[in-house]
């Protein structure tokens, strides 16, 4: 299967390179927004027996983007892309966050979808965090459209200034994009779909920790399974819904969260 290509953005960070580690089957392009962080990354990936290149980008601006998917388009049969790439919260600027989460979502989903062929398949990050923002008239249409001109000005009101609640809002968004967007992925024959994890021990999950420690630790009270989710639980369920065994599943969200929000929700 190594012919088969799959992009994987934000592949330096914790989802991103344990889902390339799930990955084994196929031709890796490694991408982040850093050059170093990409060259590191493809090195290990290397030396550990994979096939894999790197292609930095920044999943913000849409040429680079393209010039991701015009090189993901020359190195064989385009199978998919793992869209990990994200920020959390921490970085303090609801404008950043809703950039690159979501803006950023729609950049490569569009530029994407050039490329997509029957079995192919997407697969963006979304959070559990995106099902706490319920369904409301006054923000869904900019959710759904990041791309226009007035889509933050819509739901700053909503946020006040607070990027950890930004950061739900725009995984609320990227649920919203791929149902958007199943149907013509569709009719391509491709497949598009979220995962939600609930947290997951990486590094962005471990900066969270030490400023909401008490926050974290009620987390894991609360969740069924007892304990926070690994890197490897999110690259098995990715190399799942890559595979022929979920040739079924497309416009749709698995969270994967231990139980969490059965439990927050109910
Ligand atoms: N870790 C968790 O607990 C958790 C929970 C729910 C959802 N998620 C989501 O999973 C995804 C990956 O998270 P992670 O925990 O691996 O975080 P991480 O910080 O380890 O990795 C994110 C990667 O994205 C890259 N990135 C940031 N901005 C970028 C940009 N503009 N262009 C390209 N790359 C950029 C970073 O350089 C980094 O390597 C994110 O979308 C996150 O929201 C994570």
């Not at 725009?170 to 791929?178: A, E, N």
């Not at 819904?241 to 969490?260: P, W």
Request: glycine content about 10%; aromatic content about 8%.
């Amino acid at each position: 299967m190594k012919n088969q290509v799959i992009v994987i953005t934000g592949a330096a960070g914790g989802i991103g390179s344990s889902c390339a580690y799930a990955l084994k089957d196929y031709k890796l392009i490694v991408s982040d927004s850093v050059k170093e962080a990409v060259d590191t990354t493809v090195q290990k990936l290397l030396n550990d027996g994979f096939y894999a290149v790197g292609f930095p980008c920044d999943v913000t601006d849409r040429v680079s983007v393209n010039a991701l998917k015009e090189f993901a388009k020359h190195q064989g049969e385009f199978k998919g892309i793992v869209h990990t790439a994200g920020v959390s919260g921490t970085v303090g600027n609801p404008r950043k966050v809703f950039n690159i989460n979501l803006a950023g979502t729609e950049i490569v989903i569009n530029a994407f979808y050039d490329i997509v062929q029957k079995g192919s398949v997407m697969i963006l990050l979304g959070s559990m965090m995106g099902h706490t923002i319920e369904a409301n008239a006054a923000y869904d249409s900019a959710l759904r459209n990041p791309g226009k001109d007035n889509s933050f000005s819509v739901i700053e009101p909503f946020v006040k200034n607070d990027a950890d609640l930004m950061y739900n809002f725009t995984k609320r968004g990227v649920l919203l994009l791929c149902k958007d967007n199943a149907m013509r992925f569709g009719r391509k024959g491709a497949r598009i779909v979220t995962v939600s994890p609930g947290v997951i021990l990486t590094p962005m999950a471990k900066k969270a920790l030490e400023e909401h420690p008490d926050k974290m630790k009620e987390m894991e009270a609360v969740t069924p399974l007892g304990r926070s989710g690994y890197p490897e639980d999110i690259g098995n369920l990715v190399k799942f819904l890559i595979s022929g065994s979920a040739d079924f599943i497309t416009g749709t969200d698995i969270t994967i969260d231990g139980g969490v929000l059965s439990q927050i929700l109910k």
